[in-house]
């Protein structure tokens, strides 16, 4: 698939790009009450999972694992939540959330309803992006 | 990480069980308005993707992958929507959802609140599950 003119994901980066090579982006987001939110997003214009080939799969999955597992040693999160929905906005992206028992919506998914605002900051976050950085160019140094 | 006590994953299928193999199971979902739904639950009890080895990784992504595409090919949805939260039950499992412009919370993912009832059935349902069953004895023969 080529590049929607109308997709947003196409169009801008959708949000601060932490990390990137030639096949997908991390992006910072931006979600009130979520610091450390992160979304992998693939550069190409694909909806679908099952639309990457295996070896795109695999990437793809490992960077969302390397975001996942610096969240949680950074974080130390209750719980990952990890969605690829794309209702909206059909280009392939996964969020990758860390949630925390008095983060808005918890137990809840962040979907559903807000029951509470949720701190702005969590110990830890000062130095996320840098840690993120510092995973991915360790695991993928031939993005660099 | 040894079996939950309390934990409802370890303690019932959660589902009617479409297939399985020694480290996982694909169940079918009945949840109102969402005809299709399946869940590919680990069998052990672990609470994220990163507490998975790469292998056993690959292998839930793939089975994952498999019965994104016999609901793709089987059901036409208008997407896809793959997650992994367990805020509440807190083992690993990932819902795979047909989504349908006409279901209960389209384009909200469905968690959101519901809009509309959805229909009870749809065109390709009769012999979903008889095809998720093909695909991953084909895929996997060794589960067998």
Redesign the interface.
């Known amino acids: 698939m080529t590049a929607g003119k109308h997709c947003e994901l196409c169009l801008n980066p959708g949000g601060h790009v932490l990390w990137n090579d030639a096949k997908l982006r991390v992006i910072a987001v931006d979600e009130p009450g979520y610091p450390g939110f992160c979304r992998v997003v693939w550069n190409n214009h694909v909806?679908?999972?099952?639309d990457l080939d295996a070896a795109d799969?695999?990437h793809c999955?490992a960077v969302?694992?390397a975001v996942?597992?610096v969240l949680?040693e950074t974080l130390h999160p209750?719980?990952?939540?990890?969605?690829?929905?794309?209702?909206?906005v059909?280009h392939l992206h996964w969020h990758v959330i860390p949630?925390f028992h008095d983060d808005p919506h918890?137990?809840?998914?962040i979907?559903?309803?807000r029951e509470r605002q949720g701190p702005g900051e969590r110990p830890g976050c000062g130095n996320l992006h840098a840690f993120i950085r510092h995973r991915l160019d360790k695991l993928f140094p031939e993005a660099r």
Chains 1, 2 share one sequence.
């Open positions: 909806a679908e999972m099952s799969q695999a999955m969302v694992n996942e597992l949680r209750a719980k990952i939540n990890l969605a690829s929905l794309g209702n909206m059909a949630r918890f137990p809840q998914p979907w559903a309803p």
